[in-house]
């Protein structure tokens, strides 16, 4: 390298300088051209670092199906990118229809839906844009997004409605005939099925297309759905029988009645852990059931009132939120890792997969808490009376609905000041020459003063 040829020259000079000041000078000069040249040393193999695309680009997790609202089925660690200088923010706000509640993702048009109690109408946004508002009727609670068709199922709430809307993109499909008091939803992966709940009627209806198929009775009042991507299996909760003190899980399988499962408390939400294939059940007293099949594996001890537990498949944890004591548990396995204090009545958790962070939301405290692992990284000021969130893993936003503003806060991240390789190799070269140019320098002009010098001492 000419560089080093030039340091080795320039020690050399040092070595054969009678003059005290010039091989202090010297020295110096040489240690520079050596720093210089060490400032380029990890960046020998820089031409085949600027090729790999794995160095310089973000790949987006691909799209797929989700379990439970913004739950990603599966993954494995290495799918997940996380730019720590990354900081969660609000990226934006969408007027909606009054009362948004609910949302749901379409992983194909990348359409978020929000179903709007107070309007009677779904909101279709894309990005931080509203595209549509698709008059449905009634009183919309719950949707769920049908991979296998594109279609969004919305159901109704009303007293007396016997029927739920589907959707494709902007435009109504079709209303399926189901039972009243229509609450949750679900898509099962395995069969194409949709799964929708029956209050008036203690059973759940299966929809293919926009045709019912088959109806599951369940032993008492319906609470929620869970899906099990891994066997393919729905998990139906309900009320145990009267003064019990106990809950039913019925296990489904296309249209039958594979098991029922007895545990304690009421019945609520639940989130399926893809990485040791439990299911988790939220019983409102103060512990979640952990099931494997037809069998109770614990009952893991949370805080407060639990509700919807949200599985993160990053680390495998599972988060709870408590809005009976403030706080969102933290469990691995059958164990409690640890609980986060997040504010007033915690309603829900999402995951989001480009930042590995979980969003919490507290409509009384207009907020939405970002964790990771088992600390909060920022708290977000967004509207009124959040509630629900959903994850865009095209985009990479999470949207939330503020039940109290009648509108949608996006929410994103705002890049840190990262260095990619490429900046760090011109960097390090820009300094390498640059400290080069001056040395050089330096070293012409020592060399024409030492020239000089010698002329004025020789003889006369």
């Known amino acids: 390298m000419p560089l080093t040829a030039f340091s080795v020259t320039v020690i050399r000079l040092v070595a054969e300088s009678r003059s005290q000041v010039w091989k202090k000078v010297s020295v110096c000069v040489a ?51 996380l730019d720590s200088n990354a900081r969660p923010m609000v990226v934006g706000s969408v007027k909606v229809g009054d009362e948004p509640g609910w949302l749901t993702y379409d992983n194909r048009s990348g359409y978020i839906y929000i179903a709007n109690q107070g309007t009677a109408n779904v909101s279709v946004l894309s990005g931080t844009s509203l595209v549509s508002s698709i008059a449905v009727g009634g009183t919309p609670e719950f949707m769920a997004y049908d991979a296998s068709n594109g279609y969004v199922y919305v159901t109704n709430l009303s007293q007396n409605a016997t029927n739920l809307t589907v959707i494709s993109d902007t435009s109504i499909v079709g209303r399926v005939d189901v039972g009243t008091f229509q609450s949750f939803v679900l898509f099962d992966s395995k069969n194409d099925y949709v799964y929708a709940i029956n209050g008036g009627s203690d059973s759940v209806s299966v929809i293919e297309g926009t045709a019912v198929i088959g109806e599951v009775k369940l032993g008492g009042s319906p609470g929620s759905l869970i899906y099990d991507s891994g066997d393919g299996i729905v998990y139906a909760t309900s009320e145990g029988p009267r003064f019990s003190g106990r809950s039913n899980v019925t296990l489904i399988d296309g249209t039958s009645v594979i ?100 969003y919490v939301t507290n409509p009384y405290l207009d907020n939405v808490t970002v964790i990771r692992g088992t600390g909060i990284v920022a708290t977000l000021q967004v509207g009124s009376g959040p509630t629900f969130a959903v994850y865009d893993d095209h985009d990479g936003l999470v949207y939330v609905s503020n039940a109290g503003s009648g509108n949608v806060s996006v929410l994103g991240e705002e890049a840190g000041q990262s260095t990619t390789s490429q900046e760090l190799f011109w960097e390090y070269f820009g300094v390498g020459v640059g400290v080069f140019g001056v040395v050089a320098v330096l070293a012409f002009v020592l060399t024409i003063r030492r020239h000089r010098s010698r002329k004025s001492d020789g003889p006369t």
């Open 259 to 358: 098991a029922n499962v007895s545990i304690p408390g009421d019945p609520g939400g639940g989130t399926y852990d893809a990485s040791n294939g439990y299911v988790y059940v939220a019983n409102g007293v103060s512990s979640i059931a952990v099931i494997t099949g037809s069998l109770v594996v614990a009952n893991v001890p949370v805080g407060a009132s639990p509700e919807w537990p949200m599985y993160d498949p990053e680390d495998g944890y599972v988060y709870v939120p408590n809005p009976g004591s403030g706080n969102v548990s933290v469990i691995n396995g059958t164990a409690t890792v640890g609980a986060v204090t997040v504010g007033s009545q915690p309603a829900w958790a999402v995951f989001d997969s480009e930042d590995g962070c979980v």
């Open 31 to 81: 240690i520079s051209i050596v720093l210089s040249v060490m400032s380029l040393v990890p960046f020998v193999e820089i031409p085949s670092q600027l090729t790999s695309p794995e160095k310089e680009t973000l790949a987006l997790p691909p799209r797929e199906p989700t379990a439970i609202l913004g739950t990603p089925l599966s993954r494995s660690q290495s799918d997940f990118s």
